[in-house]
C-alpha cells in the first residue's frame, strides 16, 4: 500500500494559527474493511470554518481531534474499493482530511461527480459545492432581496462575496461591496459587476460608516456579512427600514476575541432583522442550487475565480492566506 501524508492539527491555536499548531506526518494507508473505499484525494478546499473546528468550545461540527489530520472537503478518485457502487477510477467527493488517501464508506458523506458536466473538476470545490451553495440559499432564501435594492456585502472579493454580489445584480439590485485594497476593490466592478467598492484599508469605524452612506445615499436593505467587526457596526449605522442581514462569517474575530456588535440597537431602530445561516441546510437542495448556478454560469452572468496553490506541504501557507487576504477567488490546495 502507498504511503498517506497527513496534515495533522497537533494542538489548538491561541489566537491566529501558527506552523507549529500543525504537524506533516508519513503513516502507512489504513487497509479497507467491507463497505470502504480509499480515496486519493486530488483537491482540497481551504475555508475559513475550518479555523473554528479547530478550537474546543461549541461550534455546528465537533472540534476536529488533537492528533488527527484536518477535516476539509476533498475531490479525488476511487483508487480501491471493497464497497458497492463506489469503483476505481471513480471522481468523489466528500468531507474527508487534508491527506493523501482518505477512507470513504457506503452512507458516508462522499458521493460521486461527474466532471465532463463541469469546465474543470475543481469547480464542484466552488460554484458547486458549498462557496456557491452559501451564495445561492444564503443570500436567495435568507436575505430575501428584492429588486431594485441596495445590497452591501463585506468580503466581497471573497470565494463567497464575489458571488453574492453578483447574484445581486441578476436579481436586479444595486451591489456594493467591501473588500481590502484598489487591486480587489477594482476587481470588484471590473470583473464582478458591482456597481461601487469600498476599501476598507486605513478606515476607522466612522470613515466606513461615512463611505457606506456615500456609496449607498438611500440607504442599505441588505447587508451579506462575511467580516465582522468595525465593518458590520459601519454596515448597520446604513440600515433602511426593515432591512436583512445574513450573518454568513465573522473572519475578523476567528484569531481574536469577539469583539461583538455595537450597533445592534440599529437594528430595534430600523427594525431590521439579523440571521444566521448555515449551508448544512440546504444539503437535500443542493441539485437545485447547483441547476441554476450553472445556468447562469453558462449565460455569462457569473464569473468564477479560483486560486490554487499546489502541495500538501504547503497547506499552512496556503489556510493562512484567508486571513491575510492574499487568495484570489476560492481557496484550493491541489494535493495531486
Not at 470545490?125 to 436567495?140: K, Q, R
Not at 464575489?162 to 470583473?191: D, F, H, W
Not at 476599501?199 to 452612506?213: F, N, R, S, V
Request: aromatic share 8%; hydrophobic share 40%.
Amino acid at each position: 500500500m502507498p504511503e498517506n501524508r497527513r496534515f495533522l492539527l497537533q494542538r489548538r491555536p491561541d489566537g491566529e494559527p501558527v506552523r507549529e499548531d500543525f504537524e506533516l506526518v508519513t503513516e502507512p494507508t489504513p487497509e479497507l474493511a467491507e463497505g470502504q473505499f480509499l480515496i486519493r484525494n486530488h483537491y482540497a478546499s481551504l475555508d475559513p470554518a475550518m479555523r473554528g473546528w479547530m478550537d474546543a468550545g461549541g461550534n455546528y461540527m465537533p472540534p476536529v481531534p488533537l492528533g488527527t489530520a484536518m477535516r476539509a472537503s476533498t475531490i479525488g478518485v476511487v483508487e480501491e474499493s471493497r464497497a458497492e457502487g463506489f469503483a476505481p477510477g471513480q471522481w468523489v467527493m466528500g468531507l474527508n482530511a487534508l491527506e493523501d488517501y482518505s477512507v470513504g464508506e457506503v452512507g458516508g458523506f462522499t458521493q460521486p461527480i461527474d466532471p465532463t458536466l463541469v469546465p474543470s473538476v475543481t469547480n464542484y470545490l466552488s460554484i458547486f459545492g458549498a462557496v456557491g451553495m452559501t451564495a445561492y440559499f444564503g443570500f436567495l432564501e435568507v436575505c430575501e432581496p428584492k429588486e431594485g435594492e441596495t445590497v452591501l456585502i463585506t468580503g466581497a472579493a471573497g470565494a463567497v462575496g464575489s458571488l453574492v454580489g453578483q447574484l445581486a445584480k441578476i436579481k436586479g439590485c444595486r451591489a456594493i461591496g467591501i473588500a481590502g485594497g484598489p487591486e480587489k476593490c477594482a476587481k470588484l466592478t471590473e470583473k464582478y459587476g458591482f456597481d461601487a467598492a469600498i476599501d476598507y484599508k486605513g478606515k476607522d469605524e466612522a470613515a466606513l460608516t461615512k463611505a457606506i452612506a456615500e456609496a449607498a445615499p438611500d440607504g442599505v436593505d441588505v447587508i451579506f456579512e462575511n467580516v465582522g467587526g468595525i465593518i458590520l457596526d459601519a454596515g448597520l449605522m446604513n440600515l433602511n427600514l426593515y432591512a436583512r442581514v445574513g450573518l454568513c462569517g465573522l473572519i475578523s474575530e476567528y484569531n481574536t476575541e469577539p469583539r461583538g456588535i455595537r450597533n445592534l440597537w440599529q437594528l430595534i431602530v430600523k427594525r431590521a432583522q439579523i440571521r444566521g445561516l448555515l449551508v448544512a441546510d440546504y444539503v437535500e437542495r443542493f441539485g437545485e442550487g447547483a441547476a441554476q448556478m450553472g445556468q447562469w454560469a453558462a449565460e455569462g452572468k457569473l464569473a468564477i475565480e479560483e486560486h490554487i496553490d499546489e502541495g500538501l506541504e504547503n497547506t499552512f501557507d496556503s489556510f493562512m492566506r484567508l486571513f491575510a487576504g492574499t487568495n484570489q477567488g476560492k481557496m484550493i490546495l491541489k494535493i495531486a
